[in-house]
């Protein structure tokens, strides 16, 4: 029952070595001050015992030199980390470009992933090693957690918004994938396996799963089932907007505003529809919330994500070409 | 025959209930908390009795997720932000700044019936079904999912609230107004200085929890879309509500702690306070910077990483006046003339212990170690380091210094170095493997764990029961004392300050003659110097 018990977590993946070395640093720190502390109350209380009933300490009322020095080396110690730390955290949520992209769902009390071919896993994950791999999350429910930490990566899975976490994998192996955010009964049930695989290994895995329609096919349709292609059209008499080319380009909306076509805002647009109207159109379309279900959303955005790709038809074009820099993707 | 002092100035049940002497009402919070502190640590002990095996086969789930959020919400609520200022701060600042009582006495015990009442909304809850919602609410999870009473024990929450507000003003009105002739500021107590700290942060802090715990029964209740999205809410904005509060909270537990540990280190090394405005100022910094860090609850909820880094930066910062203090309190206890009876005992086992809780906070500071370690027991062994291992370190060593004062009785001090050892050792033996769990990667609030968690939680529960005995024990002397306990006189310790000087235990006026205050506390190479008294 006792066997197999680690003191400390493997390192799978390229941020784990990143995330230890600041937590080493800081055990360093803390371990050297508080053993010093400790070795000087100790010393202090041996050396200064009281030898008589009336004995009293001696009158010293301060150091200006000395509070300054335990002020300015402390401080200057917590800047490192906080630098350190920033730098690590600030590269744990950029994911690079061209990295695979997975989708996660989180709901009580499971883990649902959809890759981009199509293959459906639950409470496991199947990655390659040496590729980096970016989730993009969303909750069914309440909130939630994705956390491997072998990898040293986590990110709360949020109902509402979208999430996204990235990692390399290092090394093939099974590793614990853990619902770190309580979320009701089953909470410490919520936790599953990421397998990471050699990436001949994980290619013949992609081929060998069942045959499934890929989330952009899943979401082509779902479009055409709830019907949205009554309205978005592709002409230029269409009551709604068009969709091709729209994503990742800048929206103009009602009022002179404007808002780039990310997931965010595709999903808002279905289950919020009168949240953001576009220029130009009438603010009629029903919401979707309660229709459609967190992963359906996914695959619509896939859908409307691969139109992105396509050139608009020059009659209607709402779009205006997003300008380039580090958006969020 | 005996003297009238405050405690047989009145006898019956009415005359407790009713009292406007501030030093009763501290008995009736003492009394009142206690009952809270048994009760939370009942549900602690069922928790970790579960967590012995990895298979979660003694409790339910559902039960096993009421027991952790009943612990927390009786412990935070109910314990640990009443324990020093409403038992040690209502005994002692009046008699401190050399005043017959508080500012307000009857709104001093309205404030404990007002405490009383929320508790009783809280065990009602507890009783009734019980919440599972873990102490931090968390929507939309407590407004459209969670079981149980969760409108009820946040009403509790809501109306213990205002027994906060009403002491912190209390405190700051009496400490700025009714201070003794010559009693300067910096005449003041260190003690007097972190509770007008603490004080501040009741007043500020508690009504945004109260309105945040009152929307969310207003979600649950009512339907009104506040937090839950799919009413149109954003839940992180609950986060950023609740932290506001709750972040600060944890100063409310750790500065009247550091305000014994400043008065019992200077008594038991017989030698004043080194730098006095440096300790006193860092509990002022504490309450301010405190304020402005609730951030780093969040890193991993989607925030702006600006945003993050702007919180890490000052939780790097709230920790320096932090460090301040512990610097100061060692350089106190060098060429002083140290004794180790037990009060000085749990002020070296909190400044050991609050070092390490401060030192690991450093790490969940740091933004790139948070990503791995948040929401994990690191986080559980950290701040119980602070609340446990700094706060009723303190509260404890506290109630040991000033008991023969409140009292008028003396308690064995062997059991009291006896306990006082082994909550030390329990106290480590629980909570440092739960470091080790926590980077290992276990997450908290887990009913069910991987066996290779095991050893550690094992080590974690035998501790906890170690630390249990030795919370146990100061129950049964410190009763004991009330009875056969040898009488105290005025200054059982050698110590200097104004509470020393008064008869232990006080007449019900504290003073018979007003003080006048020539000069600070704690100053032994000059006598008693406080003129006026008899």
Known sequence: MFTNFPFFPEQASTQAAQVDGVFFF???????????????LVLFAIKYRRQDEDEIGAEIHGSLALEMLWTVIPFFITMIMFVWGAKVFFDAYRPPRGAMEIYIVGKQWMWKAQHMGGQKEINELHVPAGRPVKLMMGSEDVLHSFYIPAFRVKADVIPGRYNVVWFTPTKPGRYHLFCAEYCGTRHSGMIGWVEVMEPNDFQAWL???????????AGEKLFTDLVCITCHRDDAQARAPQLKGLFGHTVRLQGGATVTADEAYIRESIVNPQAKIVDGFAPIMPTFQGMVTEEQLLQLIAYVRSLGEQTPPPSAAPAVPAPPGPGKD | METVNYLNNGHGLKSWLLTKDHKRIALLYLVS????????GFFAMLVRLELLTPAGDLLSSETYNKMFTMHGVVMVFFFLIPSIPAVLGNFLIPIMVGAKDLAFPRINLLSWYIYVLGGIFTLVAALS????????????????????????AALGVFITGFSSILTGLNFIVTIHKMRAPGLTWF???LFVWSHYATSLIMILGTPVIAITVLLVAAERGLHLGIFDPALGGDPVLFQHLFWFYSHPAVYIMILPAMGVISEIVQAFSRKNIFGYSFVAFSSLAIAIIGFLVWGHHIFVAGQSVYAGMVFSFLSFVVAIPSAIKVFNWTATIYRGSVSLESPMLYAFGFIGLFTIGGLTGLMLAAMGIDIHVHDTYFVVAHFHYIMVGGAIMGYLGGLHYWWPKISGRRYSEPWAKFSALMIFVGFNLTFFPQFIAGY??????????????????VASTLGASILAVGYVIPLVYFAYSLVAGEKSVNDPWGARGLEWEIPSPPPTENFTVSPIVTEGTHQYMHGNQEVGLA
Do not use: C, K
């Open chain 2, 129 to 152: 079904g019980g919440v599972d919602t873990g102490w931090t609410f968390y929507t939309p999870y407590s407004t459209a999912a969670a079981n149980g009473h969760v409108i009820t």
């Open chain 2, 440 to 457: 290992l990667g276990m997450p908290r609030r887990y009913h069910a764990y991987p066996p290779e968690f095991q050893v550690l939680n």
């Open chain 1, 207 to 217: 081929g060998g799963g069942r045959p499934a329609d890929s989330p952009a096919a």
């Open chain 1, 26 to 40: 800081t055990m360093a720190v803390t371990a050297f001050f508080s053993l010093l502390i400790a070795a000087l």
């Open chain 2, 187 to 189: 005449r003041l107590p």
């Open chain 2, 33 to 40: 908390i206690t009952a809270f502190f048994v009760i939370g």
